[in-house]
Nanobody
Framework: QEHLVESGGASVQAGGSLKVSCAVF????????MGWFRQAPGKEREGVAA???????TYADAVKGRFTLSLDNAKNTLYLQMVSPRPEDSGMYYC???????????????????WGQGTQVTVSS
């Protein structure tokens, strides 16, 4: 049974840094698709970053060069390091995971993945 627990959300100043975590249970990292999504009030949920089989990462254009997704294999924990966050990065951040042999895409993960409860990130200017 998949179970995901996010943590680390906080309020941060623009230009600072923040790291959020997601403990993943029930989805082995080496045959899995894992990733981060976010949703701001009044907006649709959007993919932020994803990792396939523990080694191939994908980033949304809006966060490339500022956010880094990493995976601690031993702990099966997913991290999202945010550097120089902007107010538009604010929102509820969710992690998702899926045990799959198919391609790891934001759409696949969004449609079929298991989800955590979310952690709030607020970036002030």
């Amino acid at each position: 049974q998949e179970h995901l627990v996010e943590s680390g959300g906080a309020s941060v100043q623009a230009g600072g840094s923040l790291k959020v975590s997601c403990a993943v249970f029930g989805v082995p990292y080496n045959v899995g698709c894992m990733g981060w999504f976010r949703q701001a009030p009044g907006k649709e949920r959007e993919g932020v970053a994803a990792i396939e089989d523990g080694n191939s990462t994908t980033y949304a254009d809006a966060v490339k060069g500022r956010f880094t997704l990493s995976l601690d294999n031993a702990k099966n924990t997913l991290y999202l390091q945010m550097v120089s966050p902007r107010p538009e990065d604010s929102g509820m951040y969710y992690c998702a995971a899926l045990h799959t042999l198919f391609a790891c895409t934001f759409t696949t993960l969004s449609d079929f993945g298991a989800w955590g409860q979310g952690t709030q990130v607020t970036v002030s200017s």
